[in-house]
């Protein structure tokens, strides 16, 4: 690849990172709209539950916050599919750059990577390190494990604990509602 093509896929590569971090962006919007309609409508079936004194409102509740729990968690592995294809753009970047700040070998864009060693042992040693590209195996546990990410399942989870709790204990005669 001459200098002119090399230069022109850079350049494509940074449209597509930008690209990609844009679309990443607008899902964490959609997911807080998500997680809003959840509370909202979690704790208004608990509330009405209360309001109504029948019980079957507080098993409705909880499976609307089990419903949006799972919307939020396929909403979210759709978001994180794009995280492999911006970590190799990382990746490829840090490789074709030789530049250097002291030992420490510079390159840009990092942004996930950089998120990434925020959550190690020792951030300082892990910013230091260049991108690499995911791996299969960390692909694949990203996405089995993305719907017990806390910030995933709160508050549905809480919500549908809360209704299931409700449901028994009124179903048991706990709570002073009719059957």
Not at 83 to 105: F, H, K, N, T
Not at 132 to 160: G, K, N, Q, Y
Not at 165 to 177: M, R
Request: proline share 5%.
């Amino acid at each position: 690849m001459d200098a002119a093509q090399d230069a022109s896929f850079q350049a494509a590569l940074a449209a597509e990172y930008a690209a990609l971090v844009r679309t990443v962006s607008e899902f964490d919007g959609r997911l807080i709209t998500v997680k809003g309609w959840s509370v909202t409508l979690s704790l208004a079936g608990i509330g009405l539950g209360f309001q109504q004194e029948h019980y079957s409102l507080f098993a409705l509740a909880a499976a609307t916050g089990a419903a949006f729990w799972l919307i939020e968690a396929m909403t979210k592995r759709h978001q994180v599919r794009y995280y492999p294809r911006m970590r190799q753009i990382e990746a490829w970047c840090a490789g074709w750059s030789d530049l250097r700040l002291g030992v420490v070998p510079v390159s840009a864009p990092r942004i996930d990577a950089a998120w990434t060693a925020a959550g190690r042992a020792d951030p300082a040693a892990a910013l230091d390190e260049p991108p690499r590209e995911m791996t299969s195996d960390e692909i694949r546990r990203m996405h089995r494990h993305v719907a017990w990410l806390p910030h995933v399942f709160v508050p549905s989870a809480f919500a549908v604990v809360l209704g299931l709790a409700l449901t028994v204990v009124a179903a048991a005669g706990g709570l002073d509602i009719p059957l």
